[in-house]
C-alpha cells in the first residue's frame, strides 16, 4: 500500500496541540485567580429528558446569586455558582462534586441531583470532610433517616419520600372512604422511585382505609413514549381509582394519552407529581385529578409566596418547580446559617444548620426546620384536584405535620433507623 | 512487533511509578491526584479492552460488565464482610475472572460480528440483573453506605494522597503485567490469531482456547479497574456495567491507537480531559465529543500513537 500524504505533525500543529494541552491543565487554577469571591458548586441533570427540572434548579440558584449579593454576599464576599451537568450519572456526581471541591474551589455545595447521585454525593462529602453541602433534590428517606448513610455536613432541603406518603394518605384514605372508592390501580415508574415509594403510600392508605384493595398494576419504563399498553390495561381492569407516581415529561405523555381513551371519566386519579411544566405540557388537564402540591404560587396563598412564583415567572418565562423552591430554602439556610456560625468551616457551620429555623414563603406556617436528622419539616405540603386554566389546583388541604412526624418516626423504627 | 526485554519494561515502569509518586510531594494538587485515580481505572480497563480488540481482532461490546462486576464485587465484599482491603480486592478480580471465563466459554467460539453482538447481549443481561436485585445491588441508586476503607499497613485509603499512591501503583502493575501477557509469546499467538487466524489453526493452535484465555484475562484486568473505580466513587453503580461504558472503553482504544500498548492509556487520559474540561464550559458534551472523535477520525485516520509512530518510526511507541 501506497501513503500519498506523508503523514506527521506541522508546526503550527504542535503548538496547537501544546496550547490546547495547557489550557486544559491551566483551566482549575485559572478558575481560582479571584480569591475573594465565594464559589458555590451546584451540580444536576442538566442535559436529557430530566433537564428541564435540573435547569429550574438553576434558574433558582441564578435568582438567589443576585439577591443575596445585592445584600452585600456571604461574610462580606460575593457569591458566585459553578454549575456542572451530571447528566445523571452517579459515578459523574461523585467526580463533580470532588473537582468542584478540590480544583475549582468551590467552598459550599448545592446538590441538585436526584436521588442515585445524591447518594453518590453523599460519599464524596463524607470522604472530604472539610464542606458543607445541602441536598435539594433527592425525596429518597434513607438518604438522611438512615444514620449509616448521613453524613456529618450534608443535609437536606427538600420533600422526603415518608413525608408525602403520610400525608398523601391520609388524603387519598378520607377521600375513597368518602366516595367508597375502594378498588383502585397503580402505574409507577418501573425503577426504585416508583417501586418504594408507591408500596410506601399502599401501606399507609391500607392502615387509614383497610377496605382498598389493588386491581393491577402497571410498571413503564422511565422516558416510555407509548402508554397504549398500559392505558389499556388499567382500563381492562376496571378500578374506581388510579394511583400513579410517574412524573415530569411521563406524566404529562400519559395524561394526553390517556385523554385520547377517555381514562378520567372511568375512574378517579390521583398522583402526587403534578407540577407547573406537567400542567403546562398537557394540551387538556382533566379537571378532579387528586394531586399533590409540588408547587403552587396559590399554595401556602400567602404575599411573599406569590411574589416569588411572578418573579421567577417574569425572569424566566416559564413557572417555578418544586426543585426550584427547594434550591432557594437552600441558599436561605446559608445564609441564615452562616450568619449564625460566622464562618464557612464545616464543623462550625454544620452545628449552625442542624436545628436551624428560618422564615420562607415555602413553609406550612412561613417557617421551615432543619431536624436535627439534617433533613426539613414543616415545609408546604397540601393535596387538592386540578381545574384546567389558573390557579390549576383548587380545594387544596394543608397537610397536618404533626401526623406526619408521628408516623414518620414509627416508620423510622420498623426499619430500625432509631 | 520486536520482542522487548521484560527488564527494560519492568525499568520503564518502576520510573513511571517514581516520577507519579514523586509529585505530591513538590505539588499537591487534588485535582491532579483525583484525575490520576479516575486514570489508573480506565487505563486498565481500556488496556485490558485493547488485549481482545488490538491484539486479538476480538471487539467485545460488553467489556464493560466486568468492570461492573470488579467494582460491585469489591464493594459489597468490604461491605459485608471483615476481609481487609486487599483479600477483597483480590477475592474481587478473582470472582471477575470466573464471570469473564463462563461468559467467554459462551462467546468465543462465535465469529466477529456474532461475537460482538452476543457480549453486547450478555453486558445488558448483567446490568438487568443488576437493576432487579435491588436487595442486593440496591437496583439503580446504586450501592449505598460506601465502602469502608480499613487501613492496610498504615495506609488509610480514605486519605485522597494515600488513595492516589495505591491507584498508582495497582495500574502501573496491571499494565506491567499486560505488557508481559502481550509481548509473551502468548500473546504473539494473539496477534497471529487476529492476522490470519486460518494458519494459526493449521499450525496446531486451539482457537477458541487461545481466545479464552485472552478474553478471561482481559475481563480480570477489567475488574481490577472496576476495583478502583469503586475506590474512587466509594459505592458501586449500575451505570459502571452499562453498554455506554463499554463505548467509552472502545473510544478510548480508537482515539489512542490499537496497535500501540501504551495507545488504550493515552486514549483514556484524553477521554478523561476532554470530560473535565468539556462539561465545565457546556452541557453539550456528547456533541463536543463526537467531533473531537470524527476529527481524529478523518483527520489522523488512526490513534494518536498509532499516528505519532508512523510519523516518527523507531520513536514513539
Not at chain 1, 457569591?79 to 467526580?95: M, N, T, V, Y
Not at chain 1, 404575599?303 to 426550584?324: D, V
Not at chain 2, 467460539?109 to 460482538?116: I, M, N, V
Amino acid at each position: 500500500m501506497t501513503t500519498t500524504r506523508k503523514p506527521g505533525l506541522s508546526r503550527r500543529s504542535t503548538l496547537a496541540l501544546m496550547g490546547a494541552g495547557a489550557a486544559t491543565f491551566a483551566a482549575p487554577w485559572v478558575a481560582r485567580a479571584d480569591a475573594n469571591i465565594l464559589r458555590i458548586g451546584m451540580q444536576s441533570i442538566l442535559s436529557g429528558p430530566i433537564a428541564l427540572l435540573g435547569n429550574s434548579s438553576r434558574n433558582a440558584l441564578m435568582m438567589e446569586q443576585d439577591r443575596i449579593n445585592a445584600a452585600g454576599g456571604f461574610l462580606g464576599r460575593q457569591i458566585e455558582f459553578l454549575f456542572r451537568d451530571s447528566k445523571g450519572q452517579p459515578q459523574e456526581s461523585a467526580r463533580i462534586a470532588r473537582e468542584l471541591v478540590n480544583s475549582s474551589g468551590c467552598e459550599l455545595l448545592v446538590d441538585s441531583e436526584a436521588s442515585s447521585g445524591a447518594f453518590a454525593v453523599q460519599e464524596v462529602i463524607r470522604d472530604l470532610g472539610n464542606v458543607v453541602c445541602i441536598h435539594t433534590n433527592s425525596e429518597t428517606s434513607a438518604l438522611t433517616a438512615d444514620p449509616k448513610i448521613r453524613a456529618p455536613t450534608a443535609f437536606r432541603v427538600a420533600r422526603q419520600g415518608v413525608h408525602d406518603a403520610v400525608a398523601g394518605s391520609i388524603y387519598l384514605a378520607d377521600f375513597s372512604k368518602a366516595r367508597k372508592l375502594n378498588k383502585w390501580a397503580t402505574c409507577s415508574p418501573d425503577y426504585a422511585y416508583g417501586r418504594d415509594t408507591t408500596a410506601q403510600y399502599l401501606q399507609f392508605l391500607k392502615q387509614f382505609n383497610p377496605d382498598i384493595e389493588v386491581v393491577t398494576d402497571a410498571w413503564p419504563k422511565l422516558g416510555q413514549p407509548d402508554f397504549t399498553e398500559v392505558i389499556t390495561k388499567l382500563i381492562q381492569a376496571k378500578p374506581q381509582a388510579l394511583f400513579t407516581l410517574l412524573y415530569a415529561g411521563d406524566l404529562s405523555a400519559f395524561v394526553n394519552q390517556a385523554n385520547v381513551y377517555a381514562l378520567f371519566s372511568q375512574m378517579t386519579v390521583a398522583t402526587p407529581n403534578v407540577d407547573y411544566p406537567v400542567m403546562a405540557a398537557i394540551k387538556n388537564l382533566p379537571a378532579g385529578i387528586q394531586s399533590a402540591t409540588r408547587y403552587l404560587e396559590t399554595f401556602p396563598d400567602t404575599p411573599a409566596n406569590k411574589e416569588w412564583g411572578e418573579a421567577y415567572h417574569k425572569r424566566w418565562n416559564e413557572r417555578p418547580t418544586t426543585w426550584s423552591w427547594q434550591c432557594t430554602v437552600a441558599m436561605q439556610f446559608y445564609e441564615a446559617g452562616i450568619k449564625k456560625a460566622n464562618t464557612l468551616e464545616a464543623k462550625a457551620l454544620s452545628a449552625a444548620l442542624t436545628g436551624l429555623k428560618i422564615n420562607t414563603p415555602f413553609g406550612a406556617d412561613g417557617t421551615i426546620t432543619m431536624r436535627d436528622d439534617h433533613t426539613t419539616i414543616n415545609y408546604a405540603i397540601g393535596w387538592g384536584q386540578t381545574t384546567p386554566k389558573e390557579p390549576f389546583m383548587v380545594d387544596i388541604k394543608p397537610a397536618d405535620w404533626g401526623k406526619i412526624i408521628e408516623l414518620e418516626t414509627e416508620w423510622k423504627k420498623q426499619q430500625k433507623y432509631i | 512487533m520486536k520482542a522487548h526485554p521484560a527488564w527494560r519494561d519492568a525499568v520503564i515502569a518502576a520510573i513511571a511509578v517514581i516520577v507519579v509518586l514523586a509529585i505530591p510531594l513538590f505539588h499537591r494538587s487534588p485535582a491532579f491526584e483525583d484525575f490520576v485515580i479516575r486514570l489508573s481505572a480506565m487505563a486498565l480497563f481500556a488496556t485490558s479492552l485493547n488485549l481482545l480488540v488490538g491484539n486479538t481482532g476480538m471487539v467485545s461490546f460488553g467489556h464493560g460488565m466486568f468492570y461492573g462486576l470488579g467494582a460491585y464485587a469489591f464493594a459489597l465484599t468490604m461491605q459485608m464482610t471483615d476481609l481487609s482491603l486487599p483479600v477483597a480486592a483480590v477475592l474481587a478480580v478473582l470472582f471477575t475472572t470466573f464471570a469473564a471465563l463462563c461468559v467467554g466459554a459462551i462467546c468465543v467460539r462465535l465469529s466477529t460480528d456474532y461475537f460482538a453482538f452476543i457480549t453486547l447481549a450478555v453486558q445488558m443481561l448483567f446490568f438487568s440483573i443488576i437493576i432487579s436485585w435491588q436487595s442486593l445491588t440496591g437496583g439503580d441508586q446504586g450501592l449505598r453506605g460506601g465502602i469502608p476503607r480499613r487501613e492496610i499497613f498504615g495506609f488509610e485509603l480514605a486519605s485522597q494522597l494515600h488513595l492516589y499512591q495505591f491507584c498508582t501503583v495497582v495500574a502501573v502493575l496491571g499494565l506491567l503485567a499486560l505488557r508481559h501477557i502481550t509481548t509473551s509469546p502468548f500473546g504473539q499467538t494473539l496477534r497471529m490469531i487476529r492476522d490470519n487466524e486460518n494458519r494459526v489453526s493449521f499450525l496446531g493452535v486451539v482457537l477458541w482456547q487461545a481466545r479464552l484465555r485472552a478474553f478471561t484475562i482481559a475481563g480480570a484486568f477489567a475488574g481490577l479497574g472496576g476495583v478502583l473505580a469503586a475506590l474512587f466513587v466509594s459505592g458501586a453503580y449500575p451505570e459502571l456495567a452499562d453498554w455506554p461504558n463499554s463505548g467509552q472503553a472502545i473510544f478510548a482504544v480508537m482515539l489512542g491507537g490499537i496497535n500501540s500498548f501504551l495507545g488504550p492509556v493515552l486514549g483514556a487520559m484524553i477521554l478523561l480531559a476532554l470530560n473535565d474540561v468539556v462539561t465545565r464550559f457546556t452541557e453539550y458534551y456528547g456533541l463536543v465529543l463526537g467531533i473531537v472523535i470524527l476529527a481524529f477520525a478523518v483527520g489522523l485516520r488512526r490513534g494518536v500513537l498509532d499516528f505519532l509512530r508512523l510519523a516518527w518510526p523507531g520513536r514513539a511507541r
